[in-house]
């Protein structure tokens, strides 16, 4: 089984801040990697696909990068809309497997 | 545009079993995978398997093989998912989503509740 690592497991930032996160793979997943936006009581909301394809109507300020083991999200500057969890996952294989999150608080 | 629409909470006792449905409106059912996600209270989410209706085939992570069965109703455009000897770590609000990799869409999510 693939394992997803991401850290930080809690950020707390501010509205304007610039923010990554990052995602480690336990082995190459190429670029098969989305990110998912989750707010209290709600579904996950697709963000990024193929590790650096925005969703469309996801805001610019997202973006992904990375391949192999290594991904980032960052979030350019921090809406007061954004503070939220957030999960990356891997889609390689037929198997599909989430990191842990990252809750992202207001500082 | 794609709505999936679950079914109603469930309160279930240890040991039983829950089947969540999970209706599709918009697109063409049988192009995509429908995944099952679950999301215990306060933690992450963790991908029970899927199916695709093209196919007709069913495929499951090990951890939940052989107490997870999902299926899907072409007929309606409804898929479902069944979880047989819940115990009480079964606890969580479970999702459908469709997308061949990354999930484009989402349902409402089912509270599934095992308790005595």
């Known amino acids: 089984d693939i394992q997803m690592t991401q850290s930080p497991s809690t950020l707390s930032a501010s509205v304007g801040d610039r923010v990554t996160i990052t995602c480690r793979a336990s082995?190459?997943?190429?670029?098969?990697l989305a990110w998912y936006q989750q707010k209290p009581g709600k579904a996950p909301k697709l963000l990024i696909y193929?590790?650096?394809s925005l969703e469309s109507g996801v805001p610019s300020r997202f973006s992904g990068s990375g391949s192999g083991t290594e991904f980032t999200l960052t979030i350019s500057s921090l809406q007061p809309d954004d503070f939220a969890a957030y999960y990356c996952?891997?889609?390689?294989?037929?198997?599909?497997?989430f990191g842990q999150g990252t809750k992202l608080e207001i500082k | 545009q794609v709505q999936l629409v679950q079914s109603g909470a469930e309160v279930k006792k240890p040991g039983s079993t829950v089947n969540v449905s999970c209706k599709a409106s918009?697109?063409?059912?049988?192009?995509?995978?429908i995944k099952w996600v679950r999301q215990a209270p306060g933690q992450g989410l963790e991908w029970m398997g899927d199916?695709?209706?093209?196919?007709?085939?069913?495929n499951y992570p090990q951890k939940f093989q052989g107490r997870v069965t999902i299926t899907a109703d072409e007929s309606t455009s409804t898929a479902y998912m069944e979880l047989s000897s819940l115990r009480s770590e079964d606890t969580a609000v479970y999702y459908c989503?469709?997308?061949?990799?990354?999930?484009?869409?989402w349902g409402q999510g089912t509270l599934v509740t095992v308790s005595s």
């Open positions: 989503a469709r997308g061949g990799g990354a999930l484009e869409y």
């Open positions: 918009g697109g063409t059912f049988s192009s995509y995978a």
């Open positions: 199916f695709i209706p093209f196919f007709g085939t069913a």
């Open positions: 082995q190459s997943i190429s670029s098969w």
């Open positions: 193929k590790a650096s």
């Open positions: 996952q891997q889609y390689t294989n037929y198997t599909y497997s």
